[in-house]
């Protein structure tokens, strides 16, 4: 028996027959945590039969499978436009899973035109299904008003969800907003809580988060040095901007913490990182430590930060 199937565009209009063949990848795709089931990729010519009639069949599952790995090219004769039909049939029938992947995709504009009104839509769709990740992502466009009015209140009833859902970004940003937003959304001690929680789990952004609400009294009375350790943990995971604030904090001569050797090298570090415009920022305090600094100092940091990125490559394998 040959795979084939049709599936039917968003508008109705049927697309060419597809063929589901062995050149499906072998590699497991499976659901977020908050799905009811696991989605297998086929491996056996039963499995694929078994996927050919949930697809005749217009199950959703199905079709989303068949269209989430449609759009990235693992399957054989399918382009992506209809892994996109496949996609938009499993989202109309309400599946949680496929609107948050078509929120994405409309969010971030890949494989399709940047459209922050479509991606909000989607992501509400998923959201209100109880899908955690698109009640994160939902919650982030409310924060920044990206396709849908700025409403930190809303922002904050999605966060909510998507930690009572168990998803760790939204911890992280949720302990951020009761941090840091206005005034009736502030709440300090909760803030502090839902990052502790996430940096003790090793959310690097959570222990920057938390270093720095020590280092600046946020939610807090200021408290340099317990900001110390939270930094060095993500700085040590290679966090760059936890490396340029560990490296500010320790060259504060006001802090018992002063050690401007190590500190100028987590600035030589964040000055190496991915992110440009930290890049620039951390390369001109460099400039500046070195008509401060005696020459020996900055080379025994040179040899440190060496020595430091030795060591984070060899623990991130």
């Not at 079709?63 to 693992?74: K, N, Q």
């Not at 002063?258 to 600035?267: C, M, T």
């Not at 570090?269 to 020459?295: C, D, R, T, W, Y």
Request: proline share 4%; hydrophobic share 45%; glycine share 10%.
């Amino acid at each position: 028996m040959s795979l084939h199937k049709v599936i039917t565009t968003r508008h109705g209009k049927a697309c060419r027959q597809l063929l589901l063949a062995a050149a499906l990848a072998a590699l497991p795709f499976t659901a977020g945590p908050t799905d009811a089931k696991m989605y297998q990729i086929p491996q056996t010519q039963a499995e694929k039969e078994a996927l050919l009639r949930a697809l005749e069949a217009g199950e959703p599952d199905a079709l989303y499978l068949v269209g989430a790995l449609g759009i990235e090219g693992r399957v054989q004769d399918l382009s992506r436009d209809e892994g996109l039909a496949a996609l938009f049939q499993a989202a109309e029938s309400g599946h949680a899973e496929a609107n948050y992947l078509l929120g994405v995709i409309y969010a971030t504009g890949q494989g399709q035109p940047r459209d922050p009104a479509t991606a909000v839509q989607h992501l509400q769709l998923a959201a209100s299904a109880g899908h955690a990740r698109a009640q994160t992502a939902l919650a982030q466009a409310y924060l920044t008003g990206l396709g849908v009015a700025q409403d930190a209140a809303q922002a904050r009833q999605w966060l909510e969800q998507a930690v009572a859902g168990g998803d760790g970004d939204a911890r992280v940003n949720l302990g951020v907003l009761l941090l840091s937003g206005d005034a009736g959304i502030q709440d300090p001690a909760r803030g502090i809580e839902l990052l502790r929680v996430a940096a003790d789990q090793g959310v690097v952004a959570a222990q920057h988060n938390l270093g720095q609400a020590f280092a600046e009294g946020l939610g807090v009375a200021p408290q340099p040095a317990a900001a110390v350790p939270w930094y060095r943990l993500a700085a040590e995971k290679g966090y760059q901007r936890a490396q340029f604030a560990l490296g500010r904090l320790l060259l504060s001569g006001n802090d018992p913490s002063f050690d401007p050797i190590e500190g100028v090298s987590w600035i030589m570090l964040a000055a190496a990182g991915p992110n440009q415009g930290l890049v620039e920022v951390a390369s001109g305090v460099l400039s500046q430590l070195a008509e401060q600094l005696p020459q020996e100092i900055l080379n025994d940091a040179r040899e440190r930060a060496r020595v430091t990125m030795m060591r984070i490559g060899m623990n991130s394998r």
